[in-house]
């Protein structure tokens, strides 16, 4: 492909071969280094303690009570009831203590027992019905969890020995039947701490942490910066920690988080997860490729239609920009300039990028006429070789990054505060985000950045509770 120049007297002048051509056509990089995301969660325990004292029974009877009764030995039987009072939890090195009262009333006969028979049961007497004061036991469990590498959940439910507050000895001769309805009931409680253990053991977070996996992995549309996409590659969660009444945990991921044009992303399946120390915070690394064609929006934006002078005295002339376009590769970029008014055609000149961190903005230093062009300017317009069309060039490729980066930094803010999923709701905060790098490549210029801050996730117990144990 081939430039031409007019004169103002309209001859047509060959000046050089576009630098399409002469633009170092160098692969294209991704220097992004992988990102760390550690997201504290935790959990309202409140929840789960309304949950397991409803699900545990509260009334505990004797077989077959009112009527049946329980015969230990030949020579004493007895009946019970057993109500028990509601749970207290406390959450200590780790384990989850629940602790009740119950009240218990028993009534019992005795006979005598001997090898040539039995005497009639004596009328029934009691404890803890009628008048009398219910009996009192202490009793309650303790629970460790324990998550799995296959995201459920290791659940250790223990019971504690049942301990009388108040005896149960008057009407039976003497007889203590204190400890026979304690070791009763703690088989009862047994088998209720049991099923709940079995039911806590088949709950499983792989389904929310797929939900937040297929999440991260979804592009998320950002007007004027094109596509986030998260590009997660590792997960991690904590063993949990019990304090007061929530549960803490931490899930950390491994990413590579890029802006595109396009919402092409690969996704990848939900890995087994690792342990590892709870921790918060995350550094993102953020990268994006940003087309020439953007920039040729911005850049035209301040240039098209500019016109000025150019030359001094009878060859002072008045030179107007109609539009201009980028070009890169390598370490350099090129400018491809349309003129019109005095001179028509196209000139092209090249620089280098410049990238101020501290101000955050863009542009092309050591701007200056391609060789050819400029061999072709010695000979057919000299006048624009005054320097002011690389004044003007250097001012209209000046790019303003930090109102783009506040841009980024609200929108990242607003992704990073909303409901994931139902019961499920992510808080957080950048608090730092800046360009770290700027490359000049064939299909744009490569952008890294770095994002710092906070991000917790609050997951609703009762929430989950309703949708997992219906």
Do not use: H
Not at 116 to 133: D, L, M, Q, Y
Not at 215 to 232: E, I, K, S
Not at 266 to 289: C, E, H, M, V
Not at 297 to 307: D, F, L
């Amino acid at each position: 492909m081939f430039g031409f120049l007019n004169d103002v007297r309209g001859q047509e002048i060959l000046i050089t071969e576009t630098p399409d051509t002469l633009v170092k056509a160098l692969p294209e990089v991704n220097l992004t280094p992988l990102s760390e995301i550690d997201i504290p969660v935790s959990i309202a325990l409140k929840a789960v303690y309304l949950w397991a004292n409803k699900f545990v029974d509260t009334m505990y009877t004797s077989p077959d009570y009112p009527k049946g009764w329980v015969e230990d030995g030949c020579s004493v039987r007895y009946q019970y009831q057993f109500k028990r009072g509601p749970f207290s939890f406390r959450a200590t090195n780790n384990v989850l203590v629940a602790k009740y009262t119950g009240y218990y009333g028993v009534r019992g006969s005795t006979r005598v027992c001997s090898p040539i028979g039995n005497s009639p049961w004596t009328p029934p007497c009691s404890c803890g019905f009628g008048s009398e004061k219910p009996r009192r036991i202490d009793a309650g469990f303790a629970t460790a969890f324990k998550l799995n590498p296959n995201y459920t959940l290791g659940v250790n439910v223990r019971l504690t020995e049942p301990a009388a507050l108040d005896k149960c000895s008057i009407c039976f001769f003497g007889k203590d039947i204190t400890t026979t309805v304690a070791g009763q009931l703690k088989t009862e409680m047994q088998a209720s701490m049991s099923e709940m253990q079995m039911q806590l053991q088949t709950f499983s977070m792989r389904p929310y942490l797929q939900t937040i996996w297929d999440t991260l992995q979804v592009p998320y549309a950002m007007p004027g910066f094109g596509y986030l996409g998260m590009q997660p590659e590792a997960i991690r969660i904590s063993q949990a920690v019990l304090r007061n009444d929530s549960m803490f945990f931490s899930i950390g991921l491994s990413a590579r988080p890029e802006l595109k044009a396009d919402a092409a992303f690969n996704k990848k399946p939900l890995p087994a997860i690792t342990d590892f120390s709870r921790r918060g915070g995350f550094s993102l690394y953020l990268a994006q490729t940003l087309p020439y064609d953007s920039l040729n929006a911005v850049a035209n934006e301040q240039a098209a239609g500019k016109e000025f002078s150019a030359g001094k005295g009878l060859l002072k002339k008045t030179v107007r920009i109609d539009s201009l376009k980028l070009l890169g590769g390598g370490d350099k970029i090129f400018i491809k300039v349309y003129l019109s008014k005095a001179i028509k055609g196209m000139v092209y000149l090249e620089g280098k990028l410049f990238w101020d961190a501290e101000k955050q903005f863009l542009e092309i230093t050591d701007l200056k006429y391609e060789i050819k062009t400029r061999q072709v300017l010695v000979r057919s317009a000299a006048y624009l070789l005054d320097g002011t069309i690389e004044k003007k060039l250097k001012e209209y490729t000046r790019f303003d990054v930090a109102a783009r980066v506040n841009d980024l930094s609200l929108q990242l803010n607003e992704q990073m505060n909303r409901e994931i999923a139902p019961g499920i709701k992510a808080t957080g905060l950048i608090s730092m985000l800046k360009v770290d790098k700027l490359i000049a490549q064939p299909g744009g210029i490569y952008v890294a950045g770095t994002a710092q801050g906070n991000l917790n996730v609050n997951i609703d117990a009762a929430t989950l509770i309703a949708q997992y144990f219906k």
